[in-house]
Structures are given as C-alpha cells and as structure tokens.
C-alpha cells in the first residue's frame, strides 16, 4: 500500500469530501421575517411555529415605515421572506410599492373571510381588531352615544381625546368614513373633531385612555386590544384607569364598528416562498386564532374561534363589512383629508 492510500488519511479527506458534497440536513429550513409588530407579540407565536414544523424563523422587527424603505431599498437582495404589519393600510402601501408577491391558498381562503384579505392575494389580515368609543363612566352615559358621526356635535366641545393625524389607525378610520360617506361629509365630520378636542393631541392609544380617566375628557377612540392589555397589566395605575371607562359600540344601525387588521404578506423576492406561505397558514389556524384572543386581546379573523372572555365582557357588535383593502387605498386621501380639517 502507497503512502497515499494510508486509511489514516483518506478518511478524514473523504468525511470532508462528504460533509462539502453532501447539502446539509436543514439546508433552507428557515424563514425571514420582518414584522412591525412588537416581539412579545408575535414571538411566542413564531417559536410554536417553529417547534412544530423544524422550520427556524429569523425574526425582524422596526418602525412599518422603516421596514418598507428597507425592503425597497434591498429590492432583489432582501433576506426577508414575509412583512408582518399592524394595519391594513400599510399592508396596501407595501403592496403598492411592489414589495410583495399575489400567493393563493385554499387553507387562507378558507380560514380569513373575503373583507380581511386582499381580492389577489398579496395580503392576509390575521387578527381583527375593532377602534370603538371608550368612555368615562362616571361622566358619560351610553345612551348619550350613538355614532361616530355625532362626536363632531357641540355637545361635546372640549370632551375629546385622540391621537393624532400620524396614527395610521386614526388615518384607516377616516379612509373608512370616506368610503362610506365621501369626502365633503368626511371633512366636515373631521373639522368638527378637531372642534371637539379637549387637548391638542398627544401619546398613543393607551395614553388616549388614560387622559379619560384621569378627567382630561370624557371620550376617546381606541383600538380594544390597547384596553384588554390595560386591564390584564401588572402595573395598578393601568388596571386602576382601564377600570374608568368603558366600551360603546357605535353606529349598530348602520354601517357598524370601525374595524381594521394586523396581517402579512409573502415578500417579493421571498427565497423561502414555501415557508412563507406555510407560516401564513399557521398563523390563521385554529390554535394561533386562540392565542390572539386570549393573549393579545385582539378579535379572531377566523369567524370560527371565539372571543376570549375579556372580548366578549364588551358584548356583541355589528362590525363594518367594507373590505379592509379600501382602506388602504383611501389612505392618501385620508391623510390630506385630516391636514385639512386641523387635525394636527
């Protein structure tokens, strides 16, 4: 036997040969996320993921704005596979901008009813949740309330808080009063708003409720998972304000309850397409509906599963049926619209 065919060394060269040669076992199995929802948010939900299909997910998380000037910026070279966002509004601008891809899935067609999806599927809405009137209990009675319209009565001059005209919630509430009202009414109803404001506005949802309650007004508008994170905190001060209002569900007569999404869409140039869409799936399946509800407060878009307690503690509404993709088509419109009327 040569000294070149020595076993003692052809088999470390052959175990290289083979570990260079052959792919690795879980080559591909990951999946880039880029999500403008909040860690603690999604990631619990991401890690079940993960655990039940082998699949490992990077996750991102920034500003929506950020994230969609990174992913334009990246173009073909974007690592990302799947955009996570908190609106249907940005979910539209993300889809305007090309950044995402039309996918078709019997399983999403199935678990996400028509209004909560884009007609061509370049996005999925996967939790729902709806921007009532919340109210002080001790200075406002329900009967007093009624629509979103009558907020830009006189009768309430100095008694509104609300976030202001950056709030993409805010600009997905007036892109809906566009859609069913047009844009004269619209601005009048905004101008009457900003008549109504006790206070220029300031803060987020939650400092919306706490100005509520500490009697800087008497109304406000707010998403709800905002006040079920209020009333399941750690912190009093949060459960003591929760505690001070409460829920209207306004225009029950006619085109009912703002309501918009958290969604997400398969990325333009996704390498991991297939895992994407897999994790679309999962997130709209039963058990991650559940965990929605009874973790993040928000409203299942899976017509199947049911509110959590704290939901149905609110009651029943009627919720607008307008699809969710005007909405984001109205946006520009809206924000004009809301420079307008003052709303700062």
């Known amino acids: 036997m040569s000294k070149s065919s020595n076993p003692r060394i052809l088999l470390p060269i052959l175990g290289l ?37 082998g699949i490992t997910v990077n996750l991102a998380t920034g500003k929506e704005e950020a994230l969609l000037q990174r992913l334009q910026s990246e173009g073909a070279n974007t690592p990302a596979d799947l955009l996570l966002t908190s609106d249907a509004g940005r979910l539209a601008a993300a889809q305007k901008t090309g950044v995402l891809q039309a996918v078709q899935s019997d399983t999403l067609n199935k678990n996400i009813p028509a209004a909560y999806r884009d007609p061509a599927g370049y996005w999925y809405g996967l939790s729902v949740r709806a921007r009532p009137i919340l109210y002080a209990k001790s200075r406002v009675k329900p009967e007093q309330l009624s629509t979103y319209e009558a907020l830009a009565g006189p009768q309430w001059r100095g008694k509104l808080c ?3 005209s950056d709030s993409v919630y805010n ?18 109803w905004a101008k009457g708003l900003v008549a109504n404001f006790a206070r220029p506005p300031k803060g987020g949802d939650r400092d919306q409720i706490k100005a509520v309650a500490a009697g800087e007004c008497d109304l406000t508008l707010t998403n709800t998972y905002y006040l079920g994170g209020m ?16 829920v209207f569900w306004p225009d029950a007569k006619t085109t009912g309850v703002h309501v918009n999404v958290s969604g997400a869409g398969v990325t333009a140039h996704a390498r991991h397409r297939d895992h994407a869409i897999k994790l679309l799936e999962f997130l709209a399946s039963d058990a991650a509906q559940r965990w929605y509800a009874e973790t993040n407060h928000e409203y299942p878009v899976n017509p199947a599963i049911p ?3 704290t939901l149905k503690a609110w009651g029943e509404f009627k919720a ?25």
């Open 320 to 344: 607008d049926t307008l699809n969710v993709a005007q909405l984001g088509e109205l946006n520009p419109a809206a924000v004009r619209l809301m420079d307008r009327a003052g709303w700062k």
């Open 171 to 188: 600009q997905s509430l007036v892109a809906g009063m566009i859609a069913h009202h047009g844009e004269a009414k619209t601005e009048t």
């Open 307 to 309: 509110p959590s307690a």
């Open 162 to 164: 609300l976030r202001s």
């Open 231 to 246: 009333i399941h905190s750690s912190e009093p001060a949060d459960q003591e304000a929760a505690a001070q209002v409460a």
């Open 17 to 53: 040969l083979t570990s260079l040669l052959a792919p690795p076992v879980l080559a591909g199995e990951e999946i880039n996320v880029y999500s403008a929802r909040k860690e603690d948010l999604i990631k619990p939900l991401l890690d079940t993921f993960s655990q039940q299909t």
